[in-house]
């Protein structure tokens, strides 16, 4: 989020912003980390959206932010999101079905005939319905976008930092300046807090109780002698999930028992594969009941636990203070449209070419919430 909308602001504003980054090899950082896929099946009209408007951006990254003719590659495939349900899920889905085919959402509602018709490797003698998403779906290498929105940015005027903030200071009722760790201060008339899971530390000295917390997601890395022809993205009413990696295969689940703030990335449990993961998916994928894992890593989800969808806009009460951050785990894949929108606000005073403001986070003070269902 920070790199997009510094890269936003240089190019389309001639604003050349300052990016303060405390880790440059961005080891921890959630869009290092993260399965990088986009979907347009969520429940709410914004984050549907949001992701149409980013598809298209990463479908033409290489001419957006081409630098001295070199045209950034993501890997983008295009191969859909697939949810699945059971008879307990299945009204769940045709309401969210009906909200998709209203904004125009390219998603397809399957019956287990239809997906085995499409899917003969798919276990379907629990599953009433699939909802399968036919454009505007897939994943990407998030480390390849990262690279290619700091490039850009730098390109464009842009300079980033190597510096841990630590605090915001204050004038009066506006922001003054972000003060680091060493010392160093960066005085600046507008801040944009785009610290991920780290953003509500930053808020906390100025007695906000931003509601983003750290919440660990671990990712397996598998491996199996048999091909899935076709497969996208595929969400077993258990909560796993699974797509292709190349030659292998990545999946995930939501973590056992309560979630813990801030837990060491490398505490990957690995009982969770064994005890949850592997079982799901030898259900659901016959093929896979021969597998080996061969990685693994953990990252965070900066999860809005307040409604699960991203906060953006100022902060009330503190003029020039931005936010863009709690976008719980789909942050990566509204970078570009979020991006675009902040570095418009910031420079214009207008949102454009998306309009934001339902996500701003005076939602948060008002106790309105904007609940995203859809979240894995």
Known sequence: MGAATACFLARDHGVAATVLERDPTYARASSALSA??????????????????????????GDELEVDGQRPDIGLSERGYLYLADARGAALLRTNHALKRVHHVAVDL???????????WLETSDIALGSLGLAGEGWFDGWSVLQAFRCKAIACGARFETADA?????????????????????????????????????????????????????????????????????????????????????CGAPPRGDDID?????????????????????????????????????????MNVFDQNGLVGQWPGIDGLQLACGFSGHGMQHAPAVGRAMASLIATGQWGPLDLSVLAPERVMRGERLLERNVI
Request: with cysteine; net charge neutral; proline share 6%.
């Open 36 to 61: 990088s896929s986009i979907r347009q099946q969520f429940s709410t009209p914004i984050n549907i959206a949001l992701s149409r408007a980013s598809f298209h951006f990463y479908n033409r990254i």
């Open 166 to 250: 630590c605090a915001l200071e204050l004038d009066g009722a506006r922001v003054h300046a972000v003060r680091c760790r060493d010392g160093t201060r960066f005085t600046a008339q507008h801040v944009v807090l785009a610290a991920g899971a780290w953003s509500a530390e930053l808020l906390s000295p100025l007695g906000i109780d931003l509601p983003v917390r750290a919440r660990k997601r671990d990712v397996f890395v598998f491996e199996t002698p048999t091909a899935l022809p076709r497969c996208p993205l595929v969400i077993d009413p258990s909560g796993v999930w699974f797509r292709p990696e190349g030659t292998h295969f990545i």
């Open 110 to 120: 399957l019956d287990a005939a239809a997906l085995n018709a499409r899917y003969a």
């Open 262 to 302: 801030d837990a060491p990335l490398e505490a990957i449990d690995h009982g969770l594969f064994e005890q949850v993961i592997w079982p799901a998916l030898a259900r659901r994928v016959h093929a896979f009941e021969a597998l080996r894992v061969t990685s693994a890593w953990a990252g965070y989800y900066e």
